[in-house]
Protein backbone atom coordinates (compact mmCIF):
# COMPACT_ATOMS: atom_id res chain seq x y z
CA UNK A 1 0.00 0.00 0.00
CA UNK A 2 1.21 3.50 -0.80
CA UNK A 3 0.16 6.70 0.97
CA UNK A 4 1.05 10.50 -0.22
CA UNK A 5 2.58 11.48 3.21
CA UNK A 6 3.70 15.63 1.93
CA UNK A 7 3.45 17.44 -0.90
CA UNK A 8 6.33 19.88 -1.20
CA UNK A 9 5.74 23.15 -3.82
CA UNK A 10 8.30 25.60 -2.79
CA UNK A 11 9.35 25.74 -6.61
CA UNK A 12 8.43 28.17 -9.03
CA UNK A 13 8.84 26.08 -12.17
CA UNK A 14 8.80 22.29 -13.07
CA UNK A 15 10.93 19.66 -11.15
CA UNK A 16 13.74 17.93 -13.11
CA UNK A 17 15.03 16.00 -10.87
CA UNK A 18 14.67 14.13 -7.18
CA UNK A 19 17.53 12.43 -5.28
CA UNK A 20 17.65 11.04 -1.45
CA UNK A 21 20.65 10.67 0.85
CA UNK A 22 20.04 8.80 4.15
CA UNK A 23 19.33 12.14 6.16
CA UNK A 24 17.94 14.76 3.51
CA UNK A 25 15.79 15.34 0.07
CA UNK A 26 17.35 17.35 -3.15
CA UNK A 27 15.26 18.44 -5.34
CA UNK A 28 15.87 20.68 -8.70
CA UNK A 29 14.20 22.75 -11.34
CA UNK A 30 13.78 24.87 -14.41
CA UNK A 31 13.85 27.84 -11.62
CA UNK A 32 17.91 27.65 -11.56
CA UNK A 33 17.57 26.41 -7.67
CA UNK A 34 18.70 23.14 -5.54
CA UNK A 35 16.29 22.88 -2.68
CA UNK A 36 16.65 20.48 0.18
CA UNK A 37 14.53 18.91 3.63
CA UNK A 38 15.39 16.74 6.13
CA UNK A 39 13.57 13.46 6.18
CA UNK A 40 12.25 13.44 9.85
CA UNK A 41 9.86 16.28 9.13
CA UNK A 42 10.14 17.33 5.53
CA UNK A 43 10.63 20.78 6.54
CA UNK A 44 12.90 23.11 4.20
CA UNK A 45 17.03 23.14 5.60
CA UNK A 46 17.89 26.92 6.79
CA UNK A 47 20.68 27.14 4.19
CA UNK A 48 17.96 26.53 1.12
CA UNK A 49 17.66 27.09 -1.72
CA UNK A 50 20.77 26.44 -3.29
CA UNK A 51 21.57 29.44 -5.55
CA UNK A 52 24.55 29.68 -8.00
CA UNK A 53 23.47 28.06 -11.53
CA UNK A 54 22.78 30.99 -14.32
CA UNK A 55 20.10 28.43 -15.98
CA UNK A 56 18.44 25.68 -15.16
CA UNK A 57 19.12 22.62 -12.80
CA UNK A 58 18.73 19.24 -14.95
CA UNK A 59 20.14 16.97 -12.00
CA UNK A 60 21.32 16.56 -8.90
CA UNK A 61 22.72 14.06 -7.06
CA UNK A 62 24.14 13.45 -3.08
CA UNK A 63 27.50 11.54 -2.83
CA UNK A 64 27.03 7.93 -0.49
CA UNK A 65 27.65 9.90 2.82
CA UNK A 66 25.54 12.60 1.98
CA UNK A 67 27.83 15.22 3.17
CA UNK A 68 28.22 16.66 -0.09
CA UNK A 69 25.40 17.27 -3.15
CA UNK A 70 26.29 17.46 -7.06
CA UNK A 71 23.78 19.73 -9.28
CA UNK A 72 24.30 20.44 -13.37
CA UNK A 73 22.94 22.77 -15.51
CA UNK A 74 22.13 24.56 -18.89
CA UNK A 75 24.79 26.89 -17.79
CA UNK A 76 27.36 23.97 -18.59
CA UNK A 77 28.82 23.26 -14.94
CA UNK A 78 28.21 21.11 -12.20
CA UNK A 79 28.29 22.38 -8.55
CA UNK A 80 29.83 20.69 -5.76
CA UNK A 81 28.01 21.53 -2.50
CA UNK A 82 28.69 20.77 1.70
CA UNK A 83 24.94 19.52 2.94
CA UNK A 84 26.31 20.78 6.39
CA UNK A 85 26.10 24.32 5.60
CA UNK A 86 24.93 24.48 1.79
CA UNK A 87 28.07 26.43 0.96
CA UNK A 88 29.86 25.69 -2.65
CA UNK A 89 32.68 23.63 -2.49
CA UNK A 90 33.64 23.68 -6.58
CA UNK A 91 32.24 25.07 -9.94
CA UNK A 92 33.04 21.85 -12.38
CA UNK A 93 32.88 23.29 -15.98
CA UNK A 94 32.14 20.88 -18.80
CA UNK A 95 35.44 21.02 -20.81
CA UNK A 96 33.10 21.77 -23.84
CA UNK A 97 31.13 24.45 -22.26
CA UNK A 98 28.03 22.14 -23.27
CA UNK A 99 24.79 22.15 -21.15
CA UNK A 100 25.60 19.39 -18.82
CA UNK A 101 22.11 17.41 -18.43
CA UNK A 102 23.14 14.60 -16.03
CA UNK A 103 25.74 13.96 -12.94
CA UNK A 104 26.05 11.00 -10.51
CA UNK A 105 28.48 9.83 -7.80
CA UNK A 106 30.14 6.29 -7.30
CA UNK A 107 28.99 4.02 -5.05
CA UNK A 108 32.30 4.79 -3.16
CA UNK A 109 32.90 8.42 -3.86
CA UNK A 110 35.72 7.63 -5.70
CA UNK A 111 34.04 9.61 -9.17
CA UNK A 112 31.74 11.83 -9.69
CA UNK A 113 30.42 11.60 -13.71
CA UNK A 114 29.07 14.66 -15.81
CA UNK A 115 27.22 13.96 -19.22
CA UNK A 116 26.35 17.21 -21.53
CA UNK A 117 24.46 17.99 -24.64
CA UNK A 118 27.14 17.39 -27.22
CA UNK A 119 27.84 13.66 -26.31
CA UNK A 120 30.66 14.28 -23.80
CA UNK A 121 31.40 12.47 -20.87
CA UNK A 122 33.55 13.44 -17.91
CA UNK A 123 34.74 11.62 -14.71
CA UNK A 124 35.47 14.01 -12.01
CA UNK A 125 37.91 12.96 -8.91
CA UNK A 126 35.07 12.99 -6.45
CA UNK A 127 38.03 13.82 -3.54
CA UNK A 128 40.35 16.46 -5.44
CA UNK A 129 37.41 17.45 -7.80
CA UNK A 130 39.59 17.89 -10.24
CA UNK A 131 38.90 15.91 -14.06
CA UNK A 132 40.40 13.06 -14.17
CA UNK A 133 38.78 11.32 -17.56
CA UNK A 134 36.94 12.26 -20.35
CA UNK A 135 35.00 10.87 -23.59
CA UNK A 136 32.51 11.03 -26.30
CA UNK A 137 29.34 9.18 -26.89
CA UNK A 138 28.91 8.36 -30.45
CA UNK A 139 26.05 10.34 -30.91
CA UNK A 140 23.04 12.21 -29.36
CA UNK A 141 23.25 14.36 -25.57
CA UNK A 142 24.08 12.10 -22.61
CA UNK A 143 20.92 12.21 -20.87
CA UNK A 144 21.13 9.45 -18.26
CA UNK A 145 23.85 7.49 -15.78
CA UNK A 146 24.18 4.95 -13.37
CA UNK A 147 27.22 3.39 -11.68
CA UNK A 148 27.77 -0.63 -11.11
CA UNK A 149 27.10 -0.95 -6.94
CA UNK A 150 31.00 -1.35 -6.98
CA UNK A 151 31.85 1.36 -8.53
CA UNK A 152 34.13 0.06 -11.10
CA UNK A 153 31.21 0.42 -13.99
CA UNK A 154 28.65 2.88 -15.24
CA UNK A 155 26.40 2.95 -17.90
CA UNK A 156 25.19 6.39 -19.42
CA UNK A 157 22.43 6.52 -21.91
CA UNK A 158 21.55 8.77 -24.92
CA UNK A 159 19.15 10.68 -26.80
CA UNK A 160 19.96 9.00 -30.09
CA UNK A 161 18.85 5.38 -27.81
CA UNK A 162 22.23 3.91 -27.11
CA UNK A 163 23.43 2.35 -23.64
CA UNK A 164 27.19 2.72 -23.48
CA UNK A 165 28.85 0.36 -20.74
CA UNK A 166 32.01 2.55 -19.32
CA UNK A 167 34.99 1.39 -16.87
CA UNK A 168 36.53 4.05 -14.40
CA UNK A 169 39.88 4.04 -17.35
CA UNK A 170 36.75 5.96 -19.59
CA UNK A 171 37.28 3.05 -21.76
CA UNK A 172 34.19 1.96 -23.59
CA UNK A 173 33.25 -1.73 -23.02
CA UNK A 174 30.00 -2.30 -24.21
CA UNK A 175 27.08 -0.31 -26.42
CA UNK A 176 23.94 -1.68 -27.41
CA UNK A 177 21.05 0.25 -29.05
CA UNK A 178 18.26 0.00 -26.56
CA UNK A 179 15.43 2.91 -27.37
CA UNK A 180 14.50 4.05 -30.83
CA UNK A 181 13.72 7.54 -29.84
CA UNK A 182 16.30 8.00 -27.43
CA UNK A 183 16.83 6.52 -23.62
CA UNK A 184 15.06 8.96 -21.03
CA UNK A 185 16.72 7.38 -17.75
CA UNK A 186 18.16 4.42 -16.76
CA UNK A 187 19.01 2.51 -13.19
CA UNK A 188 20.70 -0.40 -11.96
CA UNK A 189 19.20 -2.37 -8.93
CA UNK A 190 21.65 -2.43 -5.80
CA UNK A 191 21.10 -6.48 -5.43
CA UNK A 192 23.21 -9.00 -7.07
CA UNK A 193 21.75 -11.91 -9.41
CA UNK A 194 22.67 -15.43 -8.20
CA UNK A 195 22.59 -17.46 -11.56
CA UNK A 196 26.10 -19.78 -9.90
CA UNK A 197 28.83 -17.67 -12.19
CA UNK A 198 31.23 -15.85 -10.91
CA UNK A 199 31.10 -13.23 -12.52
CA UNK A 200 28.32 -10.18 -10.94
CA UNK A 201 25.47 -10.05 -12.36
CA UNK A 202 22.40 -7.36 -11.49
CA UNK A 203 19.15 -6.01 -13.13
CA UNK A 204 18.96 -2.68 -14.92
CA UNK A 205 16.19 -0.79 -16.43
CA UNK A 206 15.97 1.37 -19.19
CA UNK A 207 13.48 3.64 -20.42
CA UNK A 208 12.84 5.72 -23.51
CA UNK A 209 10.72 7.99 -25.83
CA UNK A 210 9.32 5.00 -27.40
CA UNK A 211 6.91 4.16 -24.55
CA UNK A 212 8.67 1.50 -23.34
CA UNK A 213 10.75 -0.28 -20.32
CA UNK A 214 13.04 -2.33 -21.19
CA UNK A 215 14.92 -4.88 -18.62
CA UNK A 216 18.09 -6.15 -18.91
CA UNK A 217 20.97 -8.05 -17.25
CA UNK A 218 24.30 -6.23 -16.63
CA UNK A 219 26.93 -8.38 -15.80
CA UNK A 220 30.39 -7.03 -14.48
CA UNK A 221 33.55 -8.43 -14.48
CA UNK A 222 37.32 -6.78 -13.69
CA UNK A 223 38.94 -8.48 -16.06
CA UNK A 224 36.08 -9.25 -18.92
CA UNK A 225 34.78 -6.27 -19.22
CA UNK A 226 31.02 -6.07 -18.95
CA UNK A 227 28.02 -7.00 -21.14
CA UNK A 228 24.51 -6.15 -21.08
CA UNK A 229 21.82 -8.61 -22.12
CA UNK A 230 18.01 -7.87 -23.24
CA UNK A 231 15.65 -9.84 -20.36
CA UNK A 232 12.56 -7.98 -21.46
CA UNK A 233 10.04 -5.01 -21.73
CA UNK A 234 7.76 -4.13 -19.83
CA UNK A 235 4.50 -3.04 -21.59
CA UNK A 236 1.69 -0.68 -20.06
CA UNK A 237 2.33 2.74 -21.29
CA UNK A 238 1.39 4.79 -24.16
CA UNK A 239 3.79 7.59 -24.19
CA UNK A 240 7.24 8.44 -23.91
CA UNK A 241 8.08 7.04 -20.25
CA UNK A 242 10.28 9.77 -18.84
CA UNK A 243 11.78 8.04 -15.51
CA UNK A 244 12.39 4.32 -13.61
CA UNK A 245 14.27 3.55 -10.39
CA UNK A 246 15.05 0.66 -8.47
CA UNK A 247 13.52 0.93 -4.04
CA UNK A 248 16.46 0.21 -2.48
CA UNK A 249 16.17 -3.32 -2.05
CA UNK A 250 15.25 -4.10 -5.59
CA UNK A 251 11.85 -5.37 -5.19
CA UNK A 252 10.37 -2.47 -6.91
CA UNK A 253 10.37 -0.82 -9.84
CA UNK A 254 9.03 2.53 -10.75
CA UNK A 255 8.12 4.81 -13.80
CA UNK A 256 6.38 7.69 -15.05
CA UNK A 257 5.29 8.79 -18.16
CA UNK A 258 4.21 11.45 -20.43
CA UNK A 259 0.77 10.17 -21.28
CA UNK A 260 0.37 11.42 -17.21
CA UNK A 261 0.02 7.52 -15.95
CA UNK A 262 2.75 6.44 -13.49
CA UNK A 263 3.14 2.76 -13.24
CA UNK A 264 5.00 0.31 -10.61
CA UNK A 265 6.23 -2.89 -11.38
CA UNK A 266 5.61 -4.92 -8.37
CA UNK A 267 5.97 -8.99 -8.22
CA UNK A 268 6.32 -9.20 -11.81
CA UNK A 269 2.64 -6.84 -12.48
CA UNK A 270 2.08 -3.44 -12.88
CA UNK A 271 -0.33 -1.83 -11.02
CA UNK A 272 -1.62 1.69 -11.45
CA UNK A 273 0.09 4.32 -9.11
CA UNK A 274 -1.48 7.97 -9.53
CA UNK A 275 -2.48 10.00 -11.93
CA UNK A 276 -1.27 13.43 -11.59
CA UNK A 277 -2.42 16.64 -14.25
CA UNK A 278 1.14 17.62 -15.69
CA UNK A 279 3.91 15.00 -16.55
CA UNK A 280 5.88 13.51 -14.04
CA UNK A 281 9.75 14.16 -14.89
CA UNK A 282 11.50 12.19 -11.67
CA UNK A 283 11.17 10.23 -9.02
CA UNK A 284 13.93 8.52 -6.48
CA UNK A 285 13.94 6.06 -3.69
CA UNK A 286 15.04 6.89 -0.52
CA UNK A 287 18.07 4.65 0.77
CA UNK A 288 17.06 1.73 3.69
CA UNK A 289 13.52 3.15 3.81
CA UNK A 290 10.34 2.69 1.31
CA UNK A 291 9.82 6.40 0.19
CA UNK A 292 9.38 7.59 -3.29
CA UNK A 293 10.00 11.50 -4.30
CA UNK A 294 8.21 12.28 -7.76
CA UNK A 295 8.69 15.68 -9.21
CA UNK A 296 6.52 16.85 -11.90
CA UNK A 297 5.34 19.69 -14.43
CA UNK A 298 3.17 21.36 -11.56
CA UNK A 299 6.20 22.70 -9.67
CA UNK A 300 5.76 20.42 -7.25
CA UNK A 301 7.50 16.82 -5.05
CA UNK A 302 5.10 14.37 -3.50
CA UNK A 303 6.62 11.72 -1.14
CA UNK A 304 4.99 8.69 -1.02
CA UNK A 305 5.60 6.15 2.04
CA UNK A 306 4.94 2.18 1.52
CA UNK A 307 3.93 -0.06 3.80
CA UNK A 308 4.98 -3.91 2.89
CA UNK A 309 2.96 -5.37 5.29
CA UNK A 310 -0.07 -5.07 3.24
CA UNK A 311 -0.49 -6.09 -0.54
CA UNK A 312 0.25 -3.67 -2.78
CA UNK A 313 -2.80 -2.51 -4.26
CA UNK A 314 -1.76 0.48 -6.54
CA UNK A 315 -5.79 2.11 -5.83
CA UNK A 316 -4.21 5.65 -5.00
CA UNK A 317 -5.48 8.04 -8.18
CA UNK A 318 -5.21 11.69 -7.71
CA UNK A 319 -5.80 15.37 -10.01
CA UNK A 320 -6.94 13.19 -12.86
CA UNK A 321 -6.83 15.03 -16.03
CA UNK A 322 -8.44 14.59 -19.65
CA UNK A 323 -5.82 13.05 -20.74
CA UNK A 324 -5.47 10.22 -18.51
CA UNK A 325 -9.10 9.25 -17.95
CA UNK A 326 -9.89 8.92 -21.74
CA UNK A 327 -6.84 6.87 -22.08
CA UNK A 328 -7.36 4.87 -19.07
CA UNK A 329 -7.20 0.85 -19.41
CA UNK A 330 -9.99 -1.48 -18.18
CA UNK A 331 -7.28 -2.25 -15.12
CA UNK A 332 -6.89 1.81 -14.35
CA UNK A 333 -10.90 2.13 -14.31
CA UNK A 334 -10.96 -0.60 -11.23
CA UNK A 335 -8.30 0.91 -9.43
CA UNK A 336 -10.12 4.15 -9.57
CA UNK A 337 -13.64 2.13 -8.55
CA UNK A 338 -11.78 1.06 -5.76
CA UNK A 339 -10.44 3.92 -4.24
CA UNK A 340 -14.21 5.58 -4.71
CA UNK A 341 -15.14 3.23 -2.23
CA UNK A 342 -17.20 1.87 -4.92
CA UNK A 343 -15.40 -2.03 -4.47
CA UNK A 344 -18.89 -3.96 -5.13
CA UNK A 345 -18.81 -2.93 -9.00
CA UNK A 346 -15.36 -4.30 -9.97
CA UNK A 347 -16.87 -7.60 -11.11
CA UNK A 348 -19.46 -5.66 -13.18
CA UNK A 349 -17.21 -3.34 -14.93
CA UNK A 350 -14.44 -6.08 -15.20
CA UNK A 351 -17.06 -8.45 -16.81
CA UNK A 352 -18.07 -5.34 -19.45
CA UNK A 353 -14.56 -4.60 -20.32
CA UNK A 354 -15.05 -0.93 -19.35
CA UNK A 355 -12.11 1.74 -20.16
CA UNK A 356 -11.75 5.33 -19.16
CA UNK A 357 -13.67 6.23 -22.49
CA UNK A 358 -16.61 3.87 -21.83
CA UNK A 359 -16.76 4.80 -18.14
CA UNK A 360 -16.78 8.93 -19.12
CA UNK A 361 -19.90 7.92 -21.32
CA UNK A 362 -21.91 6.31 -19.03
CA UNK A 363 -25.64 7.23 -18.53
CA UNK A 364 -28.15 6.34 -15.69
CA UNK A 365 -29.96 4.25 -18.54
CA UNK A 366 -26.29 2.32 -19.70
CA UNK A 367 -25.76 1.58 -15.52
CA UNK A 368 -29.28 0.20 -15.07
CA UNK A 369 -29.66 -1.26 -18.90
CA UNK A 370 -26.38 -2.25 -19.70
CA UNK A 371 -24.49 -2.90 -16.47
CA UNK A 372 -27.67 -4.21 -14.96
CA UNK A 373 -26.65 -1.98 -11.66
CA UNK A 374 -30.07 -2.62 -9.97
CA UNK A 375 -29.24 -0.05 -6.72
CA UNK A 376 -30.27 3.12 -6.97
CA UNK A 377 -27.85 4.37 -4.64
CA UNK A 378 -25.28 2.62 -6.67
CA UNK A 379 -25.65 4.55 -9.50
CA UNK A 380 -26.22 7.74 -8.31
CA UNK A 381 -23.01 7.24 -6.82
CA UNK A 382 -21.06 6.24 -9.72
CA UNK A 383 -22.69 8.76 -11.85
CA UNK A 384 -21.92 11.58 -9.01
CA UNK A 385 -18.27 10.35 -9.23
CA UNK A 386 -17.78 10.32 -13.07
CA UNK A 387 -19.31 14.14 -12.75
CA UNK A 388 -16.64 14.75 -10.40
CA UNK A 389 -14.04 13.82 -13.17
CA UNK A 390 -15.71 15.69 -15.97
CA UNK A 391 -15.29 19.15 -14.21
CA UNK A 392 -11.60 18.35 -12.82
CA UNK A 393 -11.04 17.61 -16.55
CA UNK A 394 -12.61 20.95 -17.42
CA UNK A 395 -10.18 22.93 -14.88
CA UNK A 396 -7.00 20.82 -15.05
CA UNK A 397 -4.07 22.89 -16.51
CA UNK A 398 -3.01 22.89 -19.77
CA UNK A 399 0.93 22.07 -20.55
CA UNK A 400 2.14 24.95 -22.75
CA UNK A 401 3.52 23.36 -26.06
CA UNK A 402 6.67 22.51 -26.14
CA UNK A 403 7.97 24.86 -28.86
CA UNK A 404 6.34 28.08 -27.23
CA UNK A 405 9.34 27.42 -24.44
CA UNK A 406 12.82 28.74 -24.82
CA UNK A 407 14.95 26.03 -24.56
CA UNK A 408 17.85 28.03 -22.29
CA UNK A 409 14.84 29.02 -19.46
CA UNK A 410 12.07 26.72 -20.21
CA UNK A 411 9.76 29.55 -19.87
CA UNK A 412 6.96 30.65 -22.37
CA UNK A 413 8.53 33.12 -25.11
CA UNK A 414 7.54 36.65 -25.61
CA UNK A 415 10.06 37.73 -27.57
CA UNK A 416 11.29 34.88 -29.91
CA UNK A 417 13.93 35.38 -31.96
CA UNK A 418 15.87 32.94 -34.48
CA UNK A 419 19.23 32.38 -34.21
CA UNK A 420 21.75 31.27 -36.73
CA UNK A 421 21.80 27.62 -35.47
CA UNK A 422 18.15 27.56 -37.09
CA UNK A 423 16.51 27.55 -33.66
CA UNK A 424 14.51 29.91 -31.88
CA UNK A 425 14.72 31.39 -28.11
CA UNK A 426 13.62 33.93 -25.89
CA UNK A 427 15.44 37.10 -26.68
CA UNK A 428 17.02 38.41 -23.71
CA UNK A 429 17.76 34.94 -22.64
CA UNK A 430 20.06 34.46 -25.55
CA UNK A 431 21.45 37.76 -25.58
CA UNK A 432 22.78 36.79 -21.49
CA UNK A 433 23.87 33.57 -23.18
CA UNK A 434 26.42 35.33 -25.82
CA UNK A 435 27.14 37.67 -23.45
CA UNK A 436 28.80 35.73 -21.40
CA UNK A 437 31.89 34.67 -23.69
CA UNK A 438 29.63 32.18 -25.62
CA UNK A 439 29.41 32.28 -29.33
CA UNK A 440 28.11 28.63 -29.55
CA UNK A 441 24.61 27.72 -29.42
CA UNK A 442 22.63 26.56 -26.76
CA UNK A 443 21.08 23.84 -28.30
CA UNK A 444 23.96 22.21 -30.49
CA UNK A 445 27.15 23.46 -28.52
CA UNK A 446 28.58 24.43 -32.53
CA UNK A 447 29.84 27.62 -33.04
CA UNK A 448 27.69 30.11 -34.50
CA UNK A 449 28.42 31.27 -37.75
CA UNK A 450 26.83 35.03 -36.93
CA UNK A 451 25.44 36.61 -33.83
CA UNK A 452 22.52 38.04 -36.03
CA UNK A 453 19.36 37.22 -34.30
CA UNK A 454 15.60 37.50 -36.72
CA UNK A 455 12.35 38.10 -34.78
CA UNK A 456 10.38 34.88 -34.73
CA UNK A 457 6.92 37.25 -35.71
CA UNK A 458 4.81 34.07 -36.92
CA UNK A 459 6.30 31.62 -33.65
CA UNK A 460 5.06 35.37 -31.77
CA UNK A 461 1.75 35.29 -33.28
CA UNK A 462 1.16 31.36 -32.70
CA UNK A 463 1.72 31.83 -29.08
CA UNK A 464 -0.64 35.13 -28.57
CA UNK A 465 -3.42 32.81 -30.08
CA UNK A 466 -2.51 30.26 -28.08
CA UNK A 467 -2.66 32.05 -24.83
CA UNK A 468 -5.97 33.96 -26.37
CA UNK A 469 -7.54 30.49 -26.66
CA UNK A 470 -7.20 29.68 -22.81
CA UNK A 471 -9.76 29.58 -20.33
CA UNK A 472 -9.71 32.76 -18.36
Not at 137 to 156: I, M, R
Not at 158 to 163: A, H, T, V
Not at 246 to 259: R, V
Not at 339 to 361: R, W
Request: proline content about 4%; overall charge negative; some cysteine.
Amino acid sequence: MATLIRTLADHSDDINYCAFSSSCLATCSLDKTVRLYSLSDFSELPYSPLRGHAYAVHCCCFSPSGHTLASCSTDGSTMVWDTRDGRRLAVLPQPSGSPVRVCCFSPESTYLVSGAADGSVVLWNAQSLKLYRSGNVKDGSLVACAFSPNGNFFVTGSSCGDLTIWDDKMKCLYNEKAHDLGVTCCDISSLPISDGEHESRYLMASCGQDSQIKLWLISFADFLGAELKYKCTLSGHSAPVLACAFSYDGQMLYNSSISLLIKLFFNATFHTFVFISRYVTTCAFAPCVLLLATGSMDKTVNIWQFDRKQPYSGNIIQNESKMAVENWSEEDVLAWLHVQGLTDLVGIFKMNNIDGKELLNLTKESLMNELKIESLGLRSKVLRKIEELRMKMEFAPVAIPDEFLCPITRELMKEPVIAADGYSYEKEALENWLSSKRRSSPMTNLPLPSLLLTPNRSLKTAISRWLESQPK
